[in-house]
């Protein structure tokens, strides 16, 4: 079955300094990619939506300049957390869809020390 | 406004045992309907899904779903219960195709004990 990666799967980094998040559809191309955050024994939340060669969909209360997003090629979209706090360590989840279904990656997760 | 509720939080049930997971939306238009599973610290893997035709719809690790349009439920089932399928179930709705964003439950923690 389709599958998707993300890189790494876990961060600690300090506070104030970004981190990149991959995630690559390994089978399948996709124009269209999904980034989630979860917090502890929380649901899914939806940050934003990756489109390949414009720009990212950001949600409501998601700011665009803290979580930039790049869709660079068919097969893999970056979230870059800039200048990141402690309240920003959660569990981060990308997904990508085909014509039935979404797959979804393995997340990182990230540290604020 | 669309909205998706489980409604427990958490279902504790014994090994062998049946077991039912709670899950209700809301909407005025069709929907697509998922039940992903999420183990500690892994992403999520799709159980099973409604888009369209039966009602009834089985998925893997013998679990099934049933759709009731009546009802606005899509209630996740398995009839015997193993150790293993201790995780946490989302229920997960998308109203514009498959391809769409998805609204998430808040999820049910199934622990299954001896």
């Known amino acids: 079955g389709a599958v998707v990666s993300q890189h790494p799967s876990r961060v600690i980094c300090k506070s104030g300094t970004s981190v990149k998040i991959e995630c690559r559809s390994l089978?399948?191309?996709?124009?269209?990619m999904f980034w989630y955050r979860q917090f502890p024994k929380q649901s899914l939340m939806l940050m934003a939506t990756?489109?390949?060669?414009?720009?990212?969909?950001?949600e409501q209360g998601v700011e665009k300049d803290k979580f930039l997003i790049n869709h660079a090629s068919l097969t893999l979209s970056t979230l870059t957390v800039t200048s990141a706090h402690p309240e920003d360590s959660s569990f981060y989840i990308c997904?990508?869809?085909?014509?039935?279904?979404?797959?979804f990656g393995p997340g990182t997760r990230l540290t604020v020390l | 406004a669309q909205s998706v509720t489980q409604l427990d939080s958490q279902v504790p049930v014994f090994e062998e045992a049946p077991v039912e997971l709670r899950c209700n939306y809301s909407?005025?238009?069709?929907?697509?309907l998922f039940w992903y599973v999420q183990y500690p610290n892994q992403g999520l893997q799709l159980l099973l899904k409604?888009?369209?035709?039966?009602?009834l719809v089985k998925g893997i690790n013998g679990f099934e779903a049933e759709f009731n349009k009546s009802q606005t439920s899509f209630h996740l089932r398995k009839p015997s219960v193993h150790i293993s399928d201790t995780a946490e179930y989302f229920c997960?709705?998308?109203?514009?195709?498959?391809?769409?964003?998805?609204?998430f439950g808040t999820g049910t923690r199934l622990q299954v004990t001896l």
């Open positions: 089978d399948f191309q996709a124009t269209t």
């Open positions: 997904s990508a869809p085909t014509r039935s279904t979404q797959y």
């Open positions: 990756s489109n390949e060669g414009s720009k990212a969909t950001y």
């Open positions: 997960a709705v998308s109203w514009t195709g498959t391809a769409s964003k998805l609204t």
């Open positions: 909407s005025s238009v069709s929907v697509y």
């Open positions: 409604y888009l369209s035709g039966s009602t």
